[in-house]
C-alpha cells in the first residue's frame, strides 16, 4: 500500500522565482492538505483540495495557489518567492484529522 | 492568543520513565484530536487519532481528550531511545478541514 508520496525532496530557488511542488495521495484517498512548516515551528495549514476544487484556504497569500488532478494527486505553487517561504512543504491525504503525510519538500530560497 | 498551546520542551527523560505531553486549546469546536510524531528531517507520522472526549489506549501509547477542560495529552509507558522526536498534537473542527497544528514538543529518551 502506497503511501503518501512528494517530490522534489529538496529544492532550492532565488527570490521571485516560482516553484512548483507535487503530491500523490494515499491509495484510496481523494483528499489532499498542503501544510508550510518552518524550521521549530508546527505544519500551517495552506489549503484543501477535494473533487479538483479548493475546498478551504488558510491564512496564506494568493501566491500560493493549487490544482488538484482527477487522479487525486496535487500541485502546490508559489508565485513571485520570498526568503521566508524556505520551509519544509508537507502534502497529506484523508479527512477529518485522520491525515497520513508525506516525507516533504525542502524548499530554500536564497 | 495561538489556538493551540504545546509546550516546546525540550523533555529529557531516562529509558523506562513514563512521559507526559499536553496541549490546550481555545476553540470549542474542535471534534477531532490526534497526535503525530516527526522525527528530524520526516513527515509527521500519526500515532493516535480520536473524535470527542475520552481515552484510547494503542499499545505504549495513551490518548486522554477533556473537552470540558480544554486539553489533551499523551502518555508513552516504558519510553525508549527511539522514541526521541518531536510530538505534535492537532485538531481538526466537525464540519471543518483545516487542522491546526501545536508548535511540537522535542522529547529526550536517555539510554
Same mark, same amino acid.
Request: hydrophobic share 30%.
Given at each position: 500500500?502506497?503511501?503518501?508520496?512528494?517530490?522534489?525532496?529538496?529544492?532550492?530557488?532565488?527570490?521571485?522565482?516560482?516553484?512548483?511542488?507535487?503530491?500523490?495521495?494515499?491509495?484510496?484517498?481523494?483528499?489532499?492538505?498542503?501544510?508550510?512548516?518552518?524550521?521549530?515551528?508546527?505544519?500551517?495549514?495552506?489549503?484543501?483540495?477535494?473533487?479538483?476544487?479548493?475546498?478551504?484556504?488558510?491564512?496564506?497569500?494568493?501566491?500560493?495557489?493549487?490544482?488538484?488532478?482527477?487522479?487525486?494527486?496535487?500541485?502546490?505553487?508559489?508565485?513571485?518567492?520570498?526568503?521566508?517561504?524556505?520551509?519544509?512543504?508537507?502534502?497529506?491525504?484523508?479527512?477529518?484529522?485522520?491525515?497520513?503525510?508525506?516525507?516533504?519538500?525542502?524548499?530554500?530560497?536564497? | 492568543?495561538?489556538?493551540?498551546?504545546?509546550?516546546?520542551?525540550?523533555?529529557?527523560?531516562?529509558?523506562?520513565?513514563?512521559?507526559?505531553?499536553?496541549?490546550?486549546?481555545?476553540?470549542?469546536?474542535?471534534?477531532? *484530536?490526534?497526535?503525530?510524531? +516527526?522525527? !528530524?528531517?520526516?513527515?509527521?507520522? =500519526?500515532?493516535?487519532? &480520536?473524535?470527542?472526549? #475520552?481515552? $484510547?489506549?494503542?499499545?505504549?501509547?495513551?490518548?486522554?481528550?477533556?473537552?470540558?477542560?480544554?486539553?489533551?495529552?499523551? *502518555?508513552?509507558?516504558?519510553? +525508549?531511545? !527511539?522514541?526521541?522526536?518531536?510530538? =505534535?498534537?492537532?485538531? &481538526?473542527?466537525?464540519? #471543518?478541514? $483545516?487542522?491546526?497544528?501545536?508548535?511540537?514538543?522535542?522529547?529526550?529518551?536517555?539510554?
Amino acid at each position: 500500500d502506497a503511501g503518501v508520496t512528494q517530490s522534489p525532496t529538496h529544492l532550492i530557488k532565488t527570490r521571485g522565482q516560482q516553484v512548483t511542488l507535487r503530491c500523490s495521495p494515499k491509495s484510496g484517498h481523494d483528499t489532499v492538505s498542503w501544510y508550510q512548516q518552518a524550521l521549530g515551528q508546527g505544519p500551517q495549514f495552506i489549503f484543501q483540495y477535494y473533487e479538483e476544487e479548493e475546498r478551504q484556504r488558510g491564512n496564506f497569500p494568493d501566491r500560493f495557489s493549487g490544482h488538484q488532478f482527477p487522479n487525486y494527486s496535487s500541485e502546490l505553487n508559489v508565485n513571485a518567492l520570498l526568503l521566508g517561504d524556505s520551509a519544509l512543504y508537507l502534502c497529506a491525504s484523508g479527512v477529518n484529522g485522520e491525515q497520513y503525510f508525506g516525507p516533504g519538500t525542502r524548499l530554500t530560497v536564497t | 492568543q495561538k489556538e493551540v498551546e504545546q509546550d516546546p520542551g525540550p523533555l529529557s527523560v531516562p529509558e523506562g520513565a513514563i512521559v507526559s505531553l499536553n496541549c490546550t486549546y481555545s476553540n470549542s469546536a474542535f471534534q477531532y *484530536f490526534m497526535w503525530y510524531r +516527526q522525527y !528530524s528531517r520526516k513527515g509527521p507520522e =500519526l500515532l493516535m487519532y &480520536t473524535y470527542s472526549s #475520552g481515552n $484510547k489506549e494503542d499499545g505504549r501509547f495513551t490518548a486522554q481528550v477533556d473537552k470540558s477542560s480544554k486539553y489533551i495529552s499523551l *502518555f508513552i509507558r516504558d519510553s +525508549q531511545p !527511539s522514541d526521541s522526536a518531536t510530538y =505534535l498534537c492537532a485538531m &481538526t473542527p466537525t464540519g #471543518g478541514f $483545516k487542522t491546526i497544528f501545536g508548535a511540537g514538543t522535542r522529547l529526550f529518551v536517555k539510554a
